[in-house]
């Protein structure tokens, strides 16, 4: 097991090191070409998927995410920490954030900062009814605002690293997340929305890294009528995108077709050069796809904002 876990840090260091090495990038470009934007009364602009240093991946201070957020015109924000039960080989490494020493941090500075309201969230491991009630009286006494739902990990492996990859052909790698992500949206009955339907994407070794409906229109239906008929919905995260154009009209609107009336906006950022990253393409890809309302959160409530058609 240890040798697994050394293995597993080692990758994970590699992709934290490109990861650093490609945000600094975007962070030179920001500062050269940004044009911050000035906040109208009638603009907004929803970032609810924002990691911090109280998450085991993240190393930026919520108030410096925040700042970013300020200066891209965010008007709204939700911090979603990692709490994760779903992968017991990895626990050492991946404890669960410490919602309390975000909540600590933030003290003084919700509900409003610099005008942007922010709310406080997870992002739980989806995993099977074990490890879903873990997560659960984990962060119930935390009166969270907003949970996301996600998969990460199939049959062992967390997809983030290469091992999930080898002796798999595109398709039979996203078949087998899809697989999973309808397996376990059954044992999370308190999370809000299903949190990145591509995450397999993000470092998937293929030259066309794109999701599309054609992978699995069946799994893609079956994914959404299930959420659908639990009221669940679905989040437009932008952070696989990288600098490639952006994927998924076909997926959200077969989401919208089959009932599907309302998405989150998250730049799954980890941090402050890539907050906000892309969220106007993902509102004008769900304009496109029909689909009627963006989602806030307060107290695991939503509240729809309608989509100009």
């Excluded at 991946?57 to 039960?85: I, K, M, N, W």
């Excluded at 998937?204 to 959420?227: C, G, V």
Aim: with cysteine; glycine share 6%; net charge negative.
């Amino acid at each position: 097991m240890n040798g697994v876990v050394m293995i597993c840090q080692k990758h994970r260091n590699f992709h934290k090191k490109f990861t650093d090495q490609w945000e600094n990038y975007i962070e030179y470009i920001t500062k050269m070409c940004y044009n911050p934007i000035s906040k109208m009364e009638d603009e907004r602009m929803f970032d609810y998927h924002v990691h911090t240093n109280c998450s085991h991946d993240g190393s930026y201070a919520p108030v410096e995410q925040l700042e970013a957020a300020v200066r891209c015109g965010v008007t709204e924000l939700c911090f979603t920490d990692h709490v994760d039960f779903d992968n017991p080989a990895m626990a050492q490494l991946m404890p669960p954030a410490d919602l309390g020493k975000l909540k600590n941090k933030l003290e003084g500075i919700t509900p409003i900062y610099k005008g942007v309201r922010v709310k406080i969230g997870a992002e739980v491991g989806l995993g099977n009814l074990a490890s879903s009630a873990k997560a659960w009286e984990y962060i119930k006494p935390h009166d969270l605002d907003f949970i996301i739902g996600s998969v990460h990990v199939v049959k062992g492996f967390d997809v983030y690293f290469p091992e999930y990859f080898i002796g798999k052909t595109k398709q039979s790698a996203y078949i087998g997340y899809l697989e999973t992500i309808l397996n376990c949206i059954k044992h999370c009955d308190f999370m809000c929305v299903l949190g990145h339907y591509d995450f397999v994407t993000k470092y998937a070794p293929f030259s066309d890294r794109r999701m599309s409906l054609s992978i699995s229109k069946e799994l893609f239906e079956a994914i959404f009528k299930s959420l659908i008929e639990r009221g669940k919905g679905i989040e437009i995260n932008t952070s696989a995108w990288r600098d490639e154009p952006a994927w998924g009209n076909d997926v959200l609107k077969m989401y919208a077709e089959l009932g599907g009336e309302f998405v989150t906006t998250g730049s799954d950022a980890h941090r402050p050069s890539a907050v906000a990253r892309r969220l106007d393409e993902a509102e004008k890809m769900a304009v496109c796809a029909g689909i009627k309302y963006l989602a806030t959160y307060d107290a695991l409530v939503p509240k729809l904002h309608p989509i100009s058609q």
